[in-house]
């Protein structure tokens, strides 16, 4: 599903990422671990497609993205990949199945359909009856739902989470652990995660650890 080789990336005179290789399997969930500054969100971004490396190759769903434009790399990022951020970055202004619908539009599908996924998925994830709500009037854990199953509305081939249960309590990390199996089991969907949550990496396929911009074995 995503093989990446010799990934660097600096900031100025800053070496955050010193040749990073890093392979996961359709259907995985793998998480990556390690101090803060290792560069472990860098790294995730550069996969996402959301900032770009200086050296390396990205081979994504059979594809090399390396050398996409921006707007090819746009265009491939809203069809095949979904994002789940620490904060859910919900637009105000909209309906949770509009925050939903939003990368579907976006995409150029027909609003109906889109919508129609939209409640099947926050139905799945038990947020039929909250559909209507505006993100203000849902709990953290439910904001947190709805940024997963917009993440999902375009059936990406990879979801990358960063920090996804970060700002939330114990509880509803919890909750959240349990539905990235459930997708995983129900849609054999795949995850790549940062993380500093030790249950949440203890219960993935595979942990990676990194530290000052490398993958170490411990």
């Not at 799945?124 to 559909?131: P, W």
């Given at each position: 599903m995503l093989q990446a080789k010799g990934i660097k990336k600096k900031y100025g005179s800053l070496e955050v990422l010193k040749g990073v290789?890093?392979?996961?399997?359709?259907?995985?969930?793998?998480?990556?671990?390690?101090?803060s500054g290792a560069g472990k969100s860098t790294l995730l971004h550069i996969l996402g497609t959301l900032d770009k490396a200086?050296?390396?190759?990205?081979?994504?769903?059979?594809?090399?993205?390396?050398?996409?434009?921006?707007?090819?790399?746009?265009?491939?990022?809203n069809r095949y990949i979904g994002f789940v951020f620490?904060?859910?970055?919900?637009?105000?202004?909209?309906?949770?199945?509009?925050?939903?619908?939003?990368p579907g539009w976006i995409a150029g599908k027909p609003k109906e359909a889109v919508e129609q996924r939209g409640r099947e998925l926050l139905g799945?994830?038990?947020?039929?009856?909250?559909?209507e709500?505006?993100?203000?009037?849902l709990s953290g854990g439910?904001?947190?739902?709805?940024a997963v199953a917009r993440a999902l509305i375009n059936e990406p081939r990879i979801i990358?989470?960063?920090e996804p249960t970060g700002n939330l309590d114990s509880a509803n990390a919890r909750d959240l652990h349990d539905l990235f199996?459930?997708?995983?089991?129900?849609?054999?969907?795949?995850?790549?995660?940062v993380t500093h949550n030790e249950e949440l990496a203890k219960m993935s396929d595979r942990v990676l650890h990194m530290k000052d911009g490398r993958m170490t074995d411990v």
């Open positions: 290789d890093i392979e996961v399997k359709e259907g995985e969930i793998v998480s990556i671990v390690g101090s200086d050296a390396g190759q990205i081979g994504l769903n059979k594809t090399e993205i390396t050398g996409m434009t921006d707007r090819q790399l746009a265009f491939f990022r620490q904060f859910h970055h919900l637009l105000p202004e909209f309906t949770a199945l509009e925050n939903v619908c939003i799945h994830l038990g947020l039929a009856e909250r559909a709500h505006k993100p203000q009037a439910e904001q947190q739902r709805v990358f989470a960063d199996f459930r997708l995983r089991a129900d849609f054999n969907q795949t995850f790549l995660i």
